[in-house]
């Protein structure tokens, strides 16, 4: 297995919009077990494919205390949506950076698994909410984008000093 690197807010790659999965064969599955080994390593409950810089409809979660329930996620589609709940979001490709963001409570989501097979999952709480946060995803959305636009440029700031601070610089002559 292998640990993926996961691109940090404002990278443009976070805004293409995933597309729906055709095939679930051996390189998805390789695919699935690095995400969950990235996940986990973050540590994170939950990472999108785009998050990956792969651009298909792939998510895993695990918003288990014990780290001993995994769900993969693929062509997820949310069917129903019920009530509201605001909850303090983390964002692995915005690191260091939470903030409380308006959710549905309650959310129906139809979904294949791993294995290509067709389920249907009535979520509430936490696991309502990560769905939520990887679905926008894989639409290009970051959770940061729900923020004023005060807010949003001091998180632009802070990413930037990020990067600068992570990029080496040259000696001189
Ligand atoms: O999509 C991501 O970037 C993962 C993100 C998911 C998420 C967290 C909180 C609310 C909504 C969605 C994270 O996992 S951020 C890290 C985090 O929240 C966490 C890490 C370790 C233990 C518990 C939480
Ligand atoms: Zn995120």
């Known amino acids: 297995m292998a640990l993926l690197p996961i691109l940090e807010y404002p990278d443009e790659r976070l805004r293409k919009v995933a597309k729906p999965l055709e095939r679930i064969d051996a390189a998805l599955q390789r695919l ?3 995400m969950f080994e990235t996940m986990y390593d973050a540590p994170g409950i939950g990472l999108a494919a785009t998050q990956i ?9 695990d918003v288990s205390e014990e780290k001993d329930q995994p769900l993969v996620f693929i062509n997820a589609r949310i069917v129903e949506t019920e009530g509201s709940q605001t909850c303090q979001e983390g964002c692995l490709s915005v690191p260091t950076v939470f903030a409380d963001v308006a959710r549905a409570e309650r959310v129906i989501v139809e979904a294949l698994d791993r294995h290509g097979e067709a389920f249907r999952l009535d979520a509430s709480g936490l696991l309502a909410v990560c769905i939520q946060h990887e679905m926008d995803h894989l639409a290009g959305k970051v959770f940061v984008d729900y923020l004023s636009p005060l807010k949003r440029q001091l998180v632009a700031r802070k990413m930037d000093k990020r990067h600068r601070q992570q990029t080496p610089t040259r000696a001189a002559g």
């Open 32 to 34: 699935i077990d690095d």
């Open 53 to 61: 810089d792969f651009h298909q409809q792939l998510i895993v979660m």
